[in-house]
């Protein structure tokens, strides 16, 4: 099972719903967030490389890309 796989399972188990379901809540986020006139919300989306609302997995994959990033450089 890829690792990004496995995180989705925990957080889902971790809920108490099913990965289904934690990805659909985690895509009405991200497409609230993406569609958010709230300045700073669009300032933090001028940070990722998304030219439209990405999928919760591209957004975890970025994500820990970043996480990796900021580990590596302390």
């Known amino acids: 099972m890829p690792e990004l796989d496995r995180v989705v399972k925990r957080l889902a188990e971790g809920r108490g719903v099913s990965e289904k379901a934690l990805l659909d809540e985690m895509q009405r986020a991200i497409d609230a967030g993406y569609a958010s006139d709230d300045p700073a919300v669009r300032a933090a989306w001028k940070d990722t490389p998304f030219q439209t609302a990405p ?20």
Do not use: C, M, N, V
């Open 55 to 74: 999928t919760p997995e591209e957004l975890l994959r970025f994500l820990a890309g970043k996480i990796g990033q900021a580990s590596r450089s302390r």
